[in-house]
Antibody, heavy 119, light 108 residues
Framework: QVQLQESGPGLVKPSQTLSLTCTVSGGSISSGSYYWSWIRQPAGKGLEWIGR???????NYNPSLKSRVTISVDTSKNQFSLKLSSVTAADTAVYYC???????????WGQGTLVTVSS | SYELTQPPSVSVSPGQTARITCSGD??????AYWYQQKPGQAPVLVIY???ERPSGIPERFSGSSSGTTVTLTISGVQAEDEADYYC???????????FGGGTKLTVL
């Protein structure tokens, strides 16, 4: 059973870079044809797709966030990561990591981690 | 940028049928997926590829597609179905994933 777990600071100052890591267990991040994604959800609001990385390392980002987002993968640690630069209060949200399975949907999700942007 | 449009809220009485729509220009070309999200929890898939139901999801959940609109139907709604529902799809190129704004289903 694949499991995903987000980790990282719960508080980030405005203008700084938000950094989160998703650790995958129960399977190798580099096996199979999967996308590994980040999704966020501000309190009381909807889901927003941030971006994804393929097992080959290729990436796609939400056009509205593209200039500030970097997603990378560390296959040796079975992890993938999110960096979001120049954060503001609008970036305060629960951040989820998730896997896109072969049928095209998010089949495994992390529990989510709340990141608050505040001085 | 590409958007999927859902009604903000739908209300039904127990035992009735709830229909939640999701509209987007690329839906004739791209599959839609539906997720149920309850407070404090990660979303759970209830329909994939427009109308397929994952194992473990009750038969009262069904999906359909017509042109630029997909519909999630919940027949014989139960109190436990009260949740937020999100559609998910992709732009016409398949490059970017998009979520609808979400629909809050209230069981009266």
């Amino acid at each position: 059973q694949v499991q995903l777990q987000e980790s990282g600071p719960g508080l980030v100052k405005p203008s700084q870079t938000l950094s989160l890591t998703c650790t995958v267990s129960g399977g190798s991040i580099s096996s199979g044809s999967y996308y590994w994604s980040w999704i966020r959800q501000p309190a009381g609001k909807g889901l927003e797709w941030i971006g994804r990385i393929y097992t080959s390392g290729s990436t796609n980002y939400n056009p509205s966030l593209k200039s500030r987002v970097t997603i990378s993968v560390d296959t040796s640690k079975n992890q993938f990561s999110l960096k979001l630069s120049s954060v503001t209060a609008a970036d305060t949200a629960v951040y989820y990591c998730a896997r896109v399975g072969r049928e095209g949907y998010f089949d495994y999700w992390g529990q989510g981690t709340l990141v608050t942007v505040s001085s | 940028s590409y958007e999927l449009t859902q009604p903000p809220s739908v209300s039904v009485s127990p035992g009735q049928t709830a229909r939640i729509t999701c509209s987007g220009d690329a839906l004739p070309k791209q599959y839609a997926y539906w997720y149920q999200q309850k407070p404090g929890q990660a979303p759970v898939l209830v329909i994939y590829k427009d109308s397929e139901r994952p194992s473990g999801i009750p038969e009262r959940f069904s999906g359909s597609s017509s042109g630029t609109t997909v519909t999630l139907t919940i027949s014989g709604v139960q109190a436990e179905d009260e949740a937020d529902y999100y559609c998910q799809s992709a732009d016409s190129s398949g490059t970017y994933t998009v979520f609808g704004g979400g629909t809050k289903l209230t069981v009266l």
